[in-house]
């Protein structure tokens, strides 16, 4: 059986008495939620800013991801009753380890005892010289470290790095804006360092079935970092506020009113869910959309805390964190949507002039919302994700003769014969086959879906713009 002494953050040691028993009293929680999670037979003691896990623990990474860790050491616990009976037996387990080796004893004490830890390194280092190559105090080859702690010892050599931060449950719910590319997972960690219980929002804009991969990033999170909270997953199609924003909103803000449109239908989720803040993964200036002036425009008048733990991070500060704690590559196979707006975006937009155009659209996020999906990760299998995120696709790979085309791209996407979005006239068009057009074909799909539940024989081109310039090469 093994014993590994667990060190505590100095965010949940340095504070008042009250405050520290209760945050340890988390982390020693936390730790035996992950011990269930991850199948080990062990069991969890605490004593005074040292928790203390004994039995079969061959692997302990989970411990590197706990928040609340300073530091851990798998060690050997040494009951003992004299400084000279402790000396003995650890002189039988290091003398062939120190052979032909310089060493150090490295002790810390705590409870009440006839010596002091330097008097136990000296006493215990005594016992270990003649079997060693000598004592090097500021290089050591190997170095012992004893804690001592009442009639019991733990002799380890190595300290591993904690996750540090505060134990999850410490603070608030807070609701993520999750995309699950790059930005909003390292977001979402951030948050979940400092105590909080983070659930997360995804806004479908494409197809359900492409919502998949965000929650396979969304349950890595879940499953490998927040220990001591069950995560919800909600889903909202957002494909009505998308087809509002492109047929009633000039192209320069429409990336900030979706921006808005995010933050409000989130809030309202926020509210009615008990949340008491939204995450998101803006830095300043990382696009157009996230100056401090279109920030100020989209989140005017939310009523809730807005967090942003990454606004002075760059990308590749991002990127990096995102390979550390384990996202990277599953948010790389998540699809960015194409873009909604059509030539360049503004950085500074009107305030009064974006509230009255904002207006036209607020009506679609209620109707989105009606489409609210709520998983608690933990219950899902594995299996099941496929069934959850499914839905028919209406794409088509060749383009009618009689077929109307939208393009949803700018202007230097040509494609003869076709209308924008904001000539497209539900009733004009009600009887006609449409087929919307995108650059990837993504946006396109959530679209054409959308006016296949208005009755309209609606589709999306496969591949987008790509796809057709191939069936332009096959016809000419």
Not at 256 to 269: D, G
Not at 408 to 416: A, N, S, V, Y
Request: net charge positive; charged share 30%; glycine share 6%.
């Amino acid at each position: 059986m093994k014993t590994v002494i667990v060190r505590l953050s100095g965010d949940v040691t340095y504070r008042k008495k009250r405050s520290r028993l209760l945050f340890e009293r988390l982390v020693a929680k936390n730790i035996k939620e992950a011990l269930i999670k991850e199948g080990i037979n062990a069991k969890v003691k605490w004593k005074s800013s040292r928790i203390l896990i004994e039995g079969d623990l061959d692997n302990l990474d989970f411990l590197k991801r706990i928040f609340g860790i300073s530091n851990f050491s798998p060690s050997i616990k040494i009951n003992f009753e004299k400084l000279d009976d402790l000396s003995e037996k650890i002189k039988e387990i290091y003398k062939d380890k120190v052979k032909d080796k310089t060493f150090a004893v490295r002790c810390s004490r705590a409870g009440k005892h006839d010596f002091n830890s330097m008097q136990a390194s000296q006493v215990i280092g005594s016992k270990l010289y003649p079997f060693s190559k000598g004592v090097n105090l500021n290089n050591p080859d190997i170095e012992i470290n004893v804690e001592i702690r009442g009639q019991e010892a733990y002799v380890f050599e190595e300290r591993y790095k904690g996750a540090e931060g505060l134990p999850i449950g410490s603070g608030d719910k807070v609701l993520s804006l999750f995309s699950g590319g790059f930005d909003s997972p390292v977001a979402s960690w951030y948050v979940a360092k400092r105590g909080c219980k983070v659930d997360f929002v995804h806004f479908s804009m494409g197809s359900l079935n492409d919502v998949q991969e965000v929650f396979f990033v969304a349950k890595f999170l879940s499953d490998k970092w927040f220990y001591g909270h069950n995560a919800k997953f909600y889903v909202v199609k957002f494909q009505p506020v998308i087809k509002d924003i492109m047929r009633n909103l000039d192209p320069k803000i429409r990336q900030v009113a979706l921006r808005r449109a995010m933050y409000l239908a989130s809030e309202k989720i926020a509210l009615n869910k008990g949340y008491e803040a939204l995450v998101v993964g803006e830095s300043i200036a990382q696009a157009t959309s996230q100056t401090v002036r279109n920030i100020r425009v989209a989140e005017e008048g939310i009523s809730l805390p807005i967090l942003r733990p990454l606004i002075g991070l760059d990308k590749r500060e991002i990127i990096e964190h995102s390979k550390k704690i384990g996202t990277y590559d599953l948010s790389l196979k998540v699809e960015e949507l194409c873009a909604i707006a059509i030539g360049p975006l503004t950085p500074r937009v009107d305030l009064n002039k974006f509230r009255n155009e904002f207006s036209r659209i607020e009506e679609s996020i209620n109707e989105s919302l009606k489409s609210l999906m709520e998983i608690e990760i933990n219950k899902v299998k594995e299996e099941d994700i496929q069934n959850i995120f499914k839905e028919e696709e209406f794409t088509i790979s060749f383009i009618p003769k009689d077929a109307v085309i939208v393009n949803l791209m700018p202007e230097k996407f040509k494609i003869p014969n076709s209308i924008s979005i904001m000539e497209f006239s539900e009733e004009k068009y009600k009887d006609s086959m449409v087929i919307f057009v995108c650059e990837r074909g993504l946006t396109s799909k959530g679209l054409a879906s959308y006016y296949r539940s208005l009755g309209i024989k609606a589709y999306s081109l496969e591949k987008g713009f790509e796809g057709y310039k191939n069936i332009m090469k096959e016809i000419s």
